[in-house]
């Protein structure tokens, strides 16, 4: 069976520009969550979605937003770039949204803001 | 999410067993203890989670004290692709979320 997926792989984009980031989960999951990894930094939860609602939410400010669509693959936005925005977006599915479901996750989009 | 404290780095040599540390005095009846690895250049692999009792699978072990305020991964036989940065996460009954720290980066030797 095929593991989460995440596209693209690599993105450069420029200060001030918008990027959209796909997930697509791993089959029957039905929850999908949004990671950041800075360099040297473990990964930090951006959002979560469940059932196509959003269940949980991360310090992050308003320019990031996610959805989910009936098939329960994911996007996450990202307006107005800054520099910090640099890093790893990883994805992560689980079968539902408690804690006693692990999370897979996929390889990640490395994004580079310039 | 309430906060652990790992080393920052552990060795060990290849087919020896290794015991990751973890402290969590501030956990709560209520949370769960994960471990969760991340190998180079890949996202984050789930290893094993617990409650109170010992658990066992196929890829370790997680000795929990009996009260709770530490815990240890235990690889009974490292590899050179045990080689990554190990988390260890306190997640509630209900969290959505796996709050991350900083890990222990394990180095594995030949």
């Known amino acids: 069976d095929a593991g989460v997926t995440q596209s693209p792989t690599h993105l450069i984009k420029t200060r001030g520009q918008h990027v959209t980031l796909r997930c697509s989960p791993i089959s029957g999951h039905k929850s999908v969550s949004w990671y950041q990894q800075v360099l040297g930094q473990g990964p930090q939860f951006i959002f979560q979605y469940y059932e196509k609602e959003e269940r949980g939410r991360g310090n992050f400010p308003d320019r990031f937003s996610a959805r989910q669509f009936p098939n329960y693959s994911s996007e996450l936005n990202v307006n107005a770039l800054l520099l910090g925005d640099s890093a790893l977006y990883l994805c992560?599915?689980?079968?539902?949204?408690?804690?006693?479901?692990?999370?897979?996750f996929g390889p990640g989009t490395r994004l580079t803001v310039t | 999410d309430a906060k652990t404290t790992q080393p920052n780095s552990m060795e060990s040599n290849e087919e020896e067993p290794v015991h990751l540390p973890c402290n969590h005095s501030t956990i709560s009846g209520t949370d769960y203890i994960h471990w969760y690895r991340q190998l180079p250049s890949q996202g984050p692999e789930y290893v094993i989670h617990g409650l109170t009792s010992n658990v066992n699978n196929r890829m370790a072990s997680l000795a929990i004290a009996e009260d709770r305020k530490s815990s240890t991964l235990i690889l009974h036989r490292a590899t050179l692709r045990d080689a990554a940065v190990y988390y260890c996460i306190l997640r509630e009954t209900s969290g959505s979320r796996l709050t991350f720290g900083e890990g222990t980066q394990l180095t594995v030797n030949p």
């Open positions: 992560a599915s689980s079968f539902a949204g408690g804690s006693l479901y692990e999370q897979y």
